[in-house]
């Protein structure tokens, strides 16, 4: 069984940076992409970018070009995600997703906890 | 970038009842959709993909339609454990892979 094992919340201030860590279990790790998708207080999900750790280059949404890096350590099975430049519309739970289909990043089939992001002077 | 716009926002139901669930995309998306269930504290979970097929474990209760802009998630007979916010998913233009902004089915 899949898991993916996200890192602890953090409380950051405006112009910081954060670093979230996914630490996936119990499956193929290399092939299957990993996303990030964040869900602001109240309902909706923003998918931010994505890894394919064999292949190594990211993708990334317009909106967060330029702030994001997403990287991955095959070594340990982890991937992560920085953001940079926080403001308090970066309040928020993000999530790690792995994708359902090797090579892909079609669906998401398998979910980290979440994180709770907090942006507050 | 494809907007999904899901309607209603909310759905007022008693167990036992019929959910049908929309979803409509800005441009064609071919078959290339989900659906997602989330709880209150927890990550979505996948239910339908390509349109029209259950992920692993999904009740047969649970069924999808729909091409290239229009989309439906049908529940046939509601669970208490079928409240929840449902959301769609498009993956045929990305980046970026994008989302609707949910449907909120509560118990009536």
């Known amino acids: 069984q899949v898991q993916l094992m996200q890192s602890g919340a953090e409380v950051k201030k405006p112009g910081s940076s954060v670093k979230v860590s996914c630490t996936a279990s119990g499956g193929t790790f290399s092939t299957y992409a990993i996303s990030w998708v964040r869900q602001a207080p109240g309902p909706g999900l923003e998918w931010m970018g994505g890894?394919?750790?064999?292949?190594?280059?990211?993708n990334y949404a317009q909106k967060f070009q330029g702030r994001v890096t997403i990287t991955t350590d095959e070594s340990t099975s982890t991937a992560y995600m920085e953001l940079t430049s926080l403001t308090s519309e970066d309040t928020a739970v993000y999530y790690c997703?792995?994708?359902?289909?090797?090579?892909?990043?079609?669906?998401?089939?398998?979910w980290g906890q979440g994180t709770l992001v907090t942006v507050s002077s | 970038e494809i907007v999904l716009t899901q309607s209603p926002a909310t759905l007022s139901l008693s167990p036992g009842e019929r959910a049908t669930l929309s979803c409509r995309a800005s441009q064609s998306v071919d078959s290339y959709l989900a659906w997602y269930q989330q709880k209150p504290g927890q990550a979505p979970r996948l239910l339908i993909y390509d349109a029209s097929n259950r992920a692993t474990g999904i009740p047969a209760r649970f069924s999808g339609s729909g091409s290239r802009t229009d989309f439906t998630l049908t529940i046939s007979s509601l669970e208490p454990e079928d409240f929840a916010v449902y959301y769609c998913?498009?993956?045929?233009?990305?980046?970026?892979?994008?989302f609707g902004q949910g449907t909120r089915l509560e118990i009536k």
């Open positions: 998913q498009q993956r045929f233009h990305w980046p970026p892979i994008t």
């Open positions: 997703a792995r994708a359902s289909d090797s090579g892909t990043y079609y669906y998401f089939d398998y």
């Open positions: 890894i394919i750790p064999l292949f190594g280059t990211p």
